[in-house]
């Protein structure tokens, strides 16, 4: 069965291209040019996921998920500005599963779409599955980490991670002390894709720290080993 996506933008250009590069790799897609206009049908006939943007007339793309997530549960991908940082906080704490700054790269979201599509279906599975024990959370000193609720929390304070973002820290708590390649954190988070810029793992780790660092400022549990890649610092 096809996957739907939703997307709802009131740039048309955006629309249209987005909707055949999605139509070529497979894709159902639904457009809206405003929260307005979008609220009802998403609600109504909820899509697999959807893309919001979130600077929009009529209903931003905020107030339309917090319209939507009422009545409706999908996995929803948010389109930014680079300065709207807080816009993005927000919108993850809200209850969004990822977002991509513009102007983005149609592979880098198909990338990103895969990525929050295959975390959603290993959630349903893992609910469905009544006999089986949850994931066990991971903590590691002062980071705990749910993967069956996505949640993550240093000194007991909640940090708002992407879908992207969580994977990527997740294989990396895994294994304290163990140093990963862009490479192989790329083949975690990007499993599907053909090709993925390998600096787009440091942007991830860098937007990593600073949420961290926003709530310990002294955060330094991710180390950088140069030219070699990423760990998790041992306790």
């Known amino acids: 069965m096809s996957t739907t996506i939703a997307l709802v933008d009131d740039d048309r250009n955006i629309l249209t291209s987005l909707s055949v590069a999605l139509q070529s790799e497979g894709y159902i897609t639904r457009l809206y ?53 807080l816009d993005e906080a927000l919108g993850l704490a809200m209850g969004a599963d990822d977002y991509i700054a513009k102007p983005f790269s149609q592979r880098l979201l198909l990338a990103r779409i895969r990525a929050v599509l295959r975390r959603t279906e290993a959630r349903a599975r893992t609910a469905g599955e009544n006999d089986e024990p949850e ?49 192989q954190l790329m083949d975690i988070a990007y499993q599907d894709d ?28 991710i180390e950088t080993l140069y030219g070699v890649g990423y760990r998790f610092a041992e306790e």
């Open 33 to 85: 040019s405003d929260g307005e206009v979008a609220l009802k049908p998403l609600t109504e006939t909820p899509p697999d996921l959807a893309i919001f943007d979130i600077k929009m007339p009529k209903m931003d793309g905020m107030e339309l998920l917090r319209r939507v997530r009422e009545k409706a549960d999908f996995p929803v991908i948010f389109l930014t500005s680079k300065d709207e940082e």
């Open 135 to 183: 994931a066990a959370e991971i903590a590691r000193g002062r980071l705990v980490m749910d993967p069956a609720r996505h949640r993550v929390r240093w000194d007991g304070r909640e940090v708002v991670l992407t879908v992207t973002e969580f994977l990527i820290l997740e294989t990396l708590a895994q294994r304290p002390g163990v140093v990963k390649s862009r490479n």
């Open 194 to 221: 053909i090709y993925v810029d390998d600096r787009t793992i440091d942007s991830h780790i860098k937007r990593m720290r600073r949420k961290f660092r926003e709530v310990d400022g002294a955060f330094g549990a």
